[in-house]
């Protein structure tokens, strides 16, 4: 097992879609960072103009309502880490797949490599790289948030967010939950392209259809048109993997709801790890 996580981890190592990767994620985070400035300046230039006057807009109406949520550790915590699900479903579409499409799989189980050997050191590699990718898109968003915004008429310090590390630990977790969703998904398809293009899209109308489903159930069966009242459609949507990454852990949730994510999020990754590993172990291996 050791040889085999060491064989991934080289082979990760001299792929250039990592660095491309990372890079990617980074710059797109810095960039971020950098037009939110430039758009904020150009709004506090332009503070006469009737546009912005008509809505009562000015330049404390800005401090007052946008510089608090500049603060660095605010910033790490906003819609900016969105981009990292996109970029992980086409890694691990590449990095699961490869061996399969080149036919290199075969070399790799002829050496004595078991199945789950090959499976775990994949999934351990893969987790290890969507969590060395958040950390450092992390970095990235806080310096760069200190940077361009300590300067006037801004001049945000860094501030302590209650919770903070709580926070940044669930959304560690969820992405490797996202991580082992789009590892059991690679697995199962086995092809580069279709498998990224489901990794990207398949949660999202996956979302659609539970939600349509669920109302569907509650008109057929309890045939209450105010069945929202109930809040169970909401409860379940809200646990969903897909609803966790794009809007979980967030800087207003209470204790209770942080507890249930967590628990949500752990079991998202066990099942679908699992699922990932029985699919690893009964799949053929095409000559």
Request: net charge positive; hydrophobic share 50%; aromatic share 16%.
């Amino acid at each position: 097992m050791g040889n085999m996580l060491k064989f991934e981890l080289r082979r990760l190592l001299k792929k250039p879609v990592f660095y491309v990767m990372l890079g990617l994620c980074v710059g797109v985070a810095i960039f971020m960072v950098f037009s939110m400035r430039i758009s904020m300046d150009y709004m506090i230039q332009h503070m006469g103009e009737s546009e912005y006057y008509a809505y009562g807009i000015d330049e404390n109406y800005v401090k007052e309502n946008f510089v608090e949520n500049l603060s660095p550790q605010k910033l790490v915590l906003s819609e900016f880490w969105y981009i990292l699900p996109t970029v992980l479903a086409v890694f691990v579409g590449i990095f699961v797949c490869e061996d399969r499409v080149r036919g290199t799989i075969k070399n790799i189980y002829a050496r004595g490599y078991s199945r789950t050997s090959v499976f775990l050191a994949k999934f351990i590699v893969s987790s290890a790289t969507s969590v060395l990718l958040y950390w450092l898109v992390i970095a990235a968003i806080y310096l760069s948030g200190v940077i361009v915004f300590a300067t006037a008429p801004f001049e945000v310090h860094p501030q302590t967010v209650k919770g903070f590390w709580l926070l940044i630990l669930g959304r560690t977790l969820v992405l490797l939950a996202a991580n082992a969703g789009y590892f059991m998904i690679s697995e199962l398809i086995g092809s580069t392209g279709f498998s990224i293009a489901a990794n990207m899209f398949a949660p999202s109308i996956l979302n659609g259809i539970l939600y349509l489903g669920l109302s569907f159930i509650f008109y057929v069966f309890i045939k209450d048109p105010d069945f929202n009242r109930y809040d169970v459609i909401e409860s379940i949507i809200e646990y969903w993997i897909y609803t966790l990454v794009m809007g979980g852990f967030r800087i207003d949730m209470k204790v209770d709801a942080y507890i249930w994510h967590m628990v949500a999020s752990s079991a998202y990754l066990l099942i679908f790890g699992f699922l990932g590993w029985l699919i690893a172990r009964k799949k053929e291996v095409k000559n």
